[in-house]
């Protein structure tokens, strides 16, 4: 059994959540070979810039460059049905399949975002998307989405079947993302310069992030009620917004913005934040939730989308238009340790559900429904939904 999967975005750069897409296309290329039968065969299509090895996994190139959008776009649809003809079954990874592949097929959406916020693209590449996802979502054999919030879009925005449908959850990366012990904390926190207690937010800024929201109730508290705000991620689309609504509110002694985190200091200032605020309006899964949690921060974020999902009770959920609310839950966060101590513990306990090892059981599974052309049966739906917190 012969199974593609196309993971060019694996040589993407900093483009449209290739952040995201990249870190779910390498844990999925190395779970997926230690749990699948002996004589299931992965292939990984790759740009041929791609430099990983992975065991288990032949990665077959491509002859040109596929970091490059349209350089990536023209591989896929043109050249690579080429190559899938040998093939039992493929998977793709990032909302889109070449239009003249025959070949059974899965594929993965994350989100609908450029249906639901479309202003954050171009119109051709907006197009794009909305034409290609629908199609490949009607010729594939099963759609993976990343949270029940995505499912639930693919069926009202692009009519896809609800029974077609695997609810797959993410992971995080376990040997990063854990409560670090006091020493490696202070030491981090003297040498960013950190003061004793501060609320953070990592993310883009862009209008999606609802910034403006979260700066609106922080602005109504008054000074003896706050904590030192930090924004950490690099500007999006319109970000300059958020950066403009920091001076006008006049919150520049206590509210900064400190630009995008390397990935290998998240950890670590998840570990100093005395809370995690995630006031998003949209997201496909929410991953820095679950990063958050991993490493002990309490959370407080939006109930939209997918984020009370994530967040399972663990946290605090708010309405994501309500800067009173907002305003309130910061106050109470401020003062009551006790609430915090137990959000922090329950994290912990939360984010010990997800691993890249379910994601990749679950995905598996989702291959072999496709491969028997049958629906998932309903032990295995069972299976999928054990992540949540009931």
């Given at each position: 059994?012969?199974?593609?999967?196309?993971?060019?975005?694996?040589?993407?750069?900093?483009?449209?959540?290739?952040?995201?897409?990249?870190?779910?296309?390498?844990?999925?290329?190395?779970?997926?070979?230690?749990?699948?039968?002996?004589?299931?065969?992965?292939?990984?299509?790759?740009?041929?810039?791609?430099?990983?090895?992975?065991?288990?996994?032949?990665?077959?190139?491509?002859?040109?460059?596929?970091?490059?959008?349209?350089?990536?776009?023209?591989?896929?649809?043109?050249?690579?049905?080429?190559?899938?003809?040998?093939?039992?079954?493929?998977?793709?990874?990032?909302?889109?399949?070449?239009?003249?592949?025959?070949?059974?097929?899965?594929?993965?959406?994350?989100?609908?975002?450029?249906?639901?916020?479309?202003?954050?693209?171009?119109?051709?590449?907006?197009?794009?998307?909305?034409?290609?996802?629908?199609?490949?979502?009607?010729?594939?054999?099963?759609?993976?989405?990343?949270?029940?919030?995505?499912?639930?879009?693919?069926?009202?925005?692009?009519?896809?079947?609800?029974?077609?449908?695997?609810?797959?959850?993410?992971?995080?990366?376990?040997?990063?993302?854990?409560?670090?012990?006091?020493?490696?904390?202070?030491?981090?926190?003297?040498?960013?310069?950190?003061?004793?207690?501060?609320?953070?937010?990592?993310?883009?800024?862009?209008?999606?992030?609802?910034?403006?929201?979260?700066?609106?109730?922080?602005?109504?508290?008054?000074?003896?009620?706050?904590?030192p705000l930090i924004l950490g991620g690099g500007l999006g689309w319109r970000g300059q917004e958020t950066l403009r609504a920091i001076d006008r509110l006049k919150l520049g002694d206590?509210?900064?913005?400190?630009?995008?985190?390397?990935?290998?200091?998240?950890?670590?200032?998840?570990?100093?934040?005395?809370?995690?605020?995630?006031?998003?309006?949209?997201?496909?899964?929410?991953?820095?939730?679950?990063?958050?949690?991993?490493?002990?921060?309490?959370?407080?974020?939006?109930?939209?989308?997918?984020?009370?999902?994530?967040?399972?009770?663990?946290?605090?959920?708010?309405?994501?238009?309500?800067?009173?609310?907002?305003?309130?839950?910061?106050?109470?966060?401020?003062?009551?340790?006790?609430?915090?101590?137990?959000?922090?513990?329950?994290?912990?306990?939360?984010?010990?559900?997800?691993?890249?090892?379910?994601?990749?059981?679950?995905?598996?599974?989702?291959?072999?429904?496709?491969?028997?052309?049958?629906?998932?049966?309903?032990?295995?739906?069972?299976?999928?939904?054990?992540?949540?917190?009931?």
């Amino acid at each position: 059994m012969r199974i593609a999967l196309n993971a060019h975005l694996l040589a993407g750069g900093a483009g449209y959540r290739s952040a995201g897409i990249h870190g779910y296309i390498s844990q999925l290329l190395r779970q997926l070979p230690g749990g699948a039968p002996e004589h299931w065969r992965f292939e990984a299509l790759v740009g041929a810039a791609t430099t990983l090895s992975i065991p288990g996994m032949r990665l077959r190139r491509a002859r040109i460059d596929t970091r490059p959008p349209l350089a990536r776009i023209f591989w896929e649809q043109a050249l690579q049905p080429l190559q899938l003809r040998a093939y039992d079954l493929y998977h793709a990874m990032a909302f889109v399949a070449p239009i003249a592949m025959t070949a059974p097929m899965v594929v993965t959406v994350y989100d609908l975002s450029f249906l639901r916020f479309p202003g954050r693209l171009s119109a051709a590449r907006r197009l794009y998307l909305r034409a290609l996802t629908a199609l490949t979502c009607a010729r594939a054999r099963r759609i993976i989405a990343i949270s029940q919030s995505t499912a639930d879009d693919l069926t009202r925005l692009l009519g896809a079947p609800a029974e077609n449908i695997d609810v797959t959850p993410l992971g995080y990366d376990k040997a990063a993302f854990w409560r670090r012990r006091s020493p490696e904390i202070e030491h981090f926190r003297q040498k960013q310069g950190l003061p004793p207690r501060f609320w953070l937010y990592i993310g883009t800024l862009e209008p999606r992030k609802n910034l403006a929201l979260l700066l609106r109730a922080y602005a109504r508290l008054k000074p003896a009620e706050r904590l030192p705000l930090i924004l950490g991620g690099g500007l999006g689309w319109r970000g300059q917004e958020t950066l403009r609504a920091i001076d006008r509110l006049k919150l520049g002694d206590s509210a900064r913005h400190i630009g995008f985190v390397p990935a290998a200091d998240l950890p670590l200032w998840y570990n100093c934040a005395e809370a995690f605020l995630y006031p998003s309006l949209y997201e496909g899964f929410g991953l820095p939730l679950l990063e958050a949690m991993a490493c002990g921060a309490p959370v407080l974020t939006s109930d939209a989308s997918s984020l009370p999902e994530v967040l399972g009770g663990a946290g605090k959920c708010l309405p994501p238009a309500d800067s009173a609310a907002w305003s309130g839950a910061l106050a109470a966060l401020k003062r009551d340790r006790d609430w915090r101590e137990a959000a922090r513990e329950r994290g912990l306990e939360r984010a010990k559900r997800f691993s890249w090892a379910r994601t990749a059981e679950l995905t598996l599974l989702s291959y072999r429904a496709a491969i028997e052309k049958r629906a998932a049966p309903a032990r295995e739906k069972e299976a999928a939904a054990r992540w949540e917190a009931k």
